[in-house]
C-alpha cells in the first residue's frame, strides 16, 4: 500500500454527485471483481458522519502497489464515467501517513427478509417465525452508504461504510472485490 490514485467527481447537473458516487464504485467494483484483485483498497476522504452533511463526498481513493493500481487503470474501466470525473494518475503515498480500516457494515434492518429466510431454511410458518423474529430486532445505522446494484440478483442494495480508527501502523491483510476489509488497513492523509 505504497501508492494511491485519487479520483474526484465532478459536479453535474444533471446527476447529484452521490448518485455519480455509486455509479462510479458499481464500476470499480465490477473492475476489481474481473481482475481478481485482492490488493487494492478503497477510501473516501471526503466522507461526513454528521448531520445533515452526511455522505461519502465526492472523493474516492484506491491504495495499492504501484503495479496492481497501474494495472487497474489500464484496463480502462473508467469508460462512460470519463465525463464525470478526473483524471487518474498514480502517486506515492506521502511521509508520515497515518493508516485506518475501512469497513462494510451491514445490518439487520429487515425483520421481514430475516422471517422469509428463517421460514425457508426451518419449515417454519409466518406466525412462528414473527415469534422468534420480531419487529425489535431491526437495527439501523446513520452511516454514508452507496446504492448499488447486485449484478447476481438484480437487487437494489446499500453499502454502508465506516472509516476505523486511526492507527499509527499498517495491518496487512486481503480486501474484498469492494475494495474493503474488515482488518486491513489503508494509508491515510
Same mark, same amino acid.
Given at each position: #500500500?505504497?501508492?494511491?490514485?485519487?479520483?474526484?467527481?465532478?459536479?453535474? @447537473?444533471? /446527476?447529484?454527485?452521490?448518485?455519480? #458516487?455509486?455509479?462510479?464504485?458499481?464500476?470499480?467494483?465490477?473492475?476489481?471483481?474481473?481482475?481478481?484483485?485482492?490488493?487494492?483498497?478503497?477510501?473516501?476522504?471526503? #466522507?461526513?458522519?454528521?448531520?445533515?452533511?452526511?455522505?461519502?463526498?465526492?472523493?474516492?481513493?484506491?491504495?495499492?502497489?504501484?503495479?496492481?493500481?497501474?494495472?487497474?487503470?489500464?484496463?480502462?474501466?473508467?469508460?462512460?464515467?470519463?465525463?464525470?470525473?478526473?483524471?487518474?494518475?498514480?502517486?506515492?503515498?506521502? @511521509?508520515?501517513?497515518?493508516?485506518?480500516?475501512?469497513?462494510?457494515? !451491514?445490518?439487520?434492518?429487515?425483520?421481514?427478509?430475516?422471517?422469509?429466510?428463517? #421460514?425457508?431454511?426451518?419449515?417454519?410458518?409466518?406466525?412462528?417465525?414473527?415469534?422468534?423474529?420480531?419487529?425489535?430486532?431491526?437495527?439501523?445505522?446513520? &452511516?454514508?452508504?452507496?446504492?448499488?446494484?447486485?449484478?447476481?440478483?438484480? !437487487?437494489? /442494495?446499500? &453499502?454502508?461504510?465506516?472509516?476505523?480508527?486511526? !492507527?499509527?501502523?499498517?495491518?496487512?491483510?486481503? /480486501?474484498?472485490?469492494?475494495?474493503?476489509?474488515?482488518?486491513?488497513?489503508? @494509508?491515510?492523509?
Amino acid at each position: #500500500m505504497d501508492h494511491y490514485v485519487e479520483i474526484d467527481v465532478r459536479p453535474d @447537473p444533471e /446527476f447529484p454527485a452521490h448518485q455519480l #458516487m455509486s455509479a462510479l464504485y458499481a464500476k470499480l467494483h465490477r473492475a476489481l471483481v474481473a481482475q481478481g484483485s485482492d490488493r487494492i483498497g478503497v477510501s473516501f476522504p471526503g #466522507m461526513r458522519t454528521d448531520t445533515p452533511h452526511l455522505g461519502l463526498g465526492t472523493h474516492l481513493r484506491l491504495h495499492g502497489g504501484e503495479v496492481a493500481l497501474s494495472s487497474l487503470l489500464a484496463t480502462d474501466w473508467l469508460t462512460g464515467m470519463r465525463d464525470h470525473v478526473t483524471p487518474a494518475q498514480v502517486a506515492p503515498v506521502p @511521509p508520515g501517513a497515518q493508516y485506518r480500516a475501512v469497513q462494510r457494515v !451491514q445490518t439487520a434492518s429487515n425483520p421481514e427478509r430475516l422471517r422469509r429466510r428463517l #421460514m425457508r431454511r426451518h419449515d417454519l410458518d409466518a406466525e412462528a417465525a414473527r415469534t422468534r423474529i420480531p419487529d425489535s430486532v431491526a437495527c439501523y445505522t446513520d &452511516l454514508p452508504y452507496l446504492q448499488l446494484r447486485s449484478t447476481s440478483t438484480g !437487487q437494489a /442494495f446499500r &453499502l454502508f461504510i465506516r472509516h476505523g480508527p486511526l !492507527q499509527a501502523d499498517p495491518v496487512s491483510g486481503c /480486501f474484498n472485490a469492494y475494495g474493503l476489509s474488515q482488518g486491513a488497513t489503508i @494509508p491515510w492523509f
